[in-house]
């Protein structure tokens, strides 16, 4: 009785684990198909957030524009809308072919203020919205890796924004890195982004794991398509010019509607939203949470040294209301920063400093519209006419 009960007991238990090893056998298989699916899905259509940035903010053409270009540049622009926007600006009013400003990559009126002083340049714009000076040391690094040829100067845009956003404290938050970051940059730059063992973990768990990557974005789906709340985020004031977004009629952007971001441009209402949108993105701004943003502007300076690219550090010119929103004396505070950061390795310019821009040249707080991107033209040409290391090519 003894000897039977305990073989039949013993034969019970194997059998129950294996059914417990099929079954998790099974269900990994499942969860192993479904993050497939799901990845495919999202690539045919994107319905992530992540992946949404990616075709809005058009990070695989700023990647690979520079191929239609007739001739390799020789000037590079960097950083964030700041440049991204004043230069599809102007060259939309004289015929620029692009939906919006993140999938324009050119300067063609940048080049044109450039021959009016017998100069041939060709201008290229890595610039990206949103973009912190992580992500601009990111694409410079991926721009170089290509082999394109080092362009004679990289122009680098500057503003509190670049190096702080109360969303994404730390540089792997960014859209640009979750999407443009590979193994590659994880083998030869991890250190850099990824400085600590959980950090590593991460970011390969979300290489690994689809649904566990879009985590937030699949939950905030499945709780707006099951309760329909009302976000805070909803709210638009802009509303009654949206139905401009609809009017793509670039195929690699028909899956999604485009951020047409000329929306209401110039108007009190495009303005008060933007002061709305940098009050939420200064919240608690400090320099001490700029550090890690500081380190990643070094790292552009060294880069171009490496390759004997002169940069030159532009502090874009932001409107009072826009200031009015830091602390008092931090911005100040920044310029001196940024400033003695680079000392000895790039050139600043401050547009901010005696200049006056009047709002009239904005098309909200801090974006300016195609007359101020002439005068901001004519600051970037006397800035790189001004430095006389590194003379770039005459007709």
């Not at 400003?101 to 919205?129: C, E, I, M, P, W």
């Amino acid at each position: 009785m003894q000897t039977s009960f305990g073989l039949s007991n013993r034969a019970d238990v194997t059998a129950i684990r294996n059914r417990h090893v099929s079954a998790f056998l099974v269900a990994m298989a499942l969860f192993g198909m479904l993050n497939l699916f799901l990845g495919y899905k999202d690539s045919v259509g994107p319905f992530t957030k992540l992946s949404l940035d990616a075709v809005h903010f058009d990070f695989s053409g700023t990647e690979s524009s520079v191929e239609k270009l007739s001739f390799a540049p020789n000037l590079v622009l960097a950083g964030s809308s700041l440049f991204l926007y004043p230069m599809w600006r102007i060259d939309k009013s004289d015929g620029a072919n692009a939906v919006d400003s993140n999938h324009y990559h050119y300067a063609k009126s940048l080049d044109r203020q450039f021959a009016k002083r017998n100069v041939a340049v060709t201008t290229y714009s890595l610039a990206t919205g949103g973009a912190m000076m992580s992500d601009s040391y990111l694409l410079l690094v991926h721009y170089l890796r290509k082999h394109h040829p080092a362009p004679q100067y990289v122009i680098l845009d500057c503003a509190p924004r670049s190096f702080y956003d109360s969303g994404m404290f730390e540089p792997d938050a960014t859209s640009v890195f979750q999407w443009c970051f590979n193994p590659t940059d994880f083998l030869l730059l991890g250190h850099e982004y990824l400085p600590s063992l959980s950090m590593k973990l991460n970011y390969w768990g979300c290489k690994l794991c689809f649904m566990y990557q879009h985590r937030r974005s699949l939950s905030e789906n499945i709780v707006h398509g099951s309760f329909k709340p009302t976000w805070k985020s909803d709210f638009n004031p802009l509303g009654s010019f949206q139905a401009e977004s609809q009017k793509s009629t670039d195929p690699k952007v028909k899956s999604v509607s485009p951020i047409v971001n000329d929306i209401g441009a110039g108007t009190p209402a495009r303005f008060e939203y933007s002061l709305q949108d940098y009050k939420g993105r200064y919240f608690l701004i400090n320099l001490y949470q700029m550090e890690k943003q500081l380190h990643f502007l070094k790292q552009i300076t060294s880069l171009c040294a490496s390759h004997n690219i002169k940069l030159i550090v532009v502090n874009m010119p932001l409107t009072h209301e826009n200031l009015s929103l830091l602390p008092d004396g931090f911005y100040d505070d920044f310029k001196r920063v940024v400033k003695a950061s680079i000392s000895g390795n790039a050139v600043y310019v401050d547009l901010n400093e005696k200049l006056s821009w009047p709002k009239s040249l904005y098309s909200d707080s801090v974006h300016l519209n195609d007359q101020g991107a002439e005068v901001l033209n004519e600051k970037v040409v006397d800035a790189v006419a001004g430095d006389r290391t590194v003379p770039i090519e005459k007709k």
